[in-house]
């Protein structure tokens, strides 16, 4: 089954400990991307890749770093979460050919105390 | 400012009837408009894409129009049903920044 996922679905963490977010996807994807969702902000914009090796900054990057090192996985990476990156977190992946729809994870709420 | 308007009402609509949701945008010319529902603690669901030079597009019981003069983009669920109660969200690719902007999304309720 073609699909994008995600670990883990919660995670609860304590201020400052560093912490990686997973994504893979299965359907050999050249884009990928990184949102948060939160109450009356809506999805916004971590990072995304346009490919192997290629990362960018979405509209909120701070706080977080990712990398793509193969095709199929682009970690989010907290090196020092805050109680202010306390969110539900979605990866996305899209192919080629401009105008397609994005394939989204199912989510991982994370929590920071 | 560049900005993705979506009615932050819900929509409370009887079963059977035709749910018309909509999507109002200033300050972009986006290549594309894409349509997605999402349900609590999931993630969206592609439903449908509509490019900038079409003016409607349909899908099943789903039909999304596009008019780039209003700067709008309405989607309808035509019979509607209990189970396509969800947040539905509008997305504008612009093609000047190669991002995918969401709105925040407008919550249908389907009674029975």
């Known amino acids: 089954e073609a699909q994008v996922t995600q670990n883990p679905r919660y995670l609860i963490t304590v201020t400052g400990k560093k912490l990686t977010v997973t994504c893979s996807q299965n359907?050999?994807?050249?884009?990928m991307s990184w949102y948060r969702q939160d109450p009356g902000l809506g999805l916004r914009q971590i990072y995304y890749?346009?490919?192997?090796?290629?990362?960018d900054k979405g509209d909120v990057p701070e706080g977080y770093k990712v990398s793509r090192k193969e095709k199929r996985n682009f970690p989010l990476i907290l090196e020092s979460p805050s109680p202010n990156q306390t969110s539900l977190y979605f990866c996305?992946?899209?192919?080629?050919?401009?105008?397609?729809?994005?394939?989204f994870g199912s989510g991982t709420r994370l929590t920071v105390v | 400012s560049q900005k993705i308007e979506q009615n932050s009402e819900a929509l409370n609509i009887q079963e059977g009837k035709t749910a018309t949701l909509t999507c109002n945008y200033t300050?972009?010319?986006?290549?594309?408009l894409q349509w997605y529902r999402q349900d609590p603690g999931r993630g969206p669901v592609f439903l449908l894409l509509?490019?900038?030079?079409?003016k409607e597009k349909r899908k099943e019981r789903l039909k999304v129009t596009f008019d780039t003069t209003l700067k709008q983009s309405l989607f309808h669920i035509t019979a509607s049903q209990p189970a396509d109660s969800a947040t539905y969200l509008c997305?504008?690719?612009?093609?000047?920044?190669?991002?995918?902007?969401f709105g925040q999304g407008t919550t249908l309720q389907v009674k029975p």
């Open positions: 996305a992946s899209k192919g080629t050919g401009g105008a397609i729809g994005y394939t």
């Open positions: 359907m050999n994807h050249e884009y």
């Open positions: 890749s346009m490919n192997v090796e290629v990362t």
């Open positions: 300050n972009y010319s986006p290549a594309y």
């Open positions: 509509i490019r900038e030079n079409e």
């Open positions: 997305a504008l690719y612009s093609s000047n920044t190669g991002k995918l902007i």
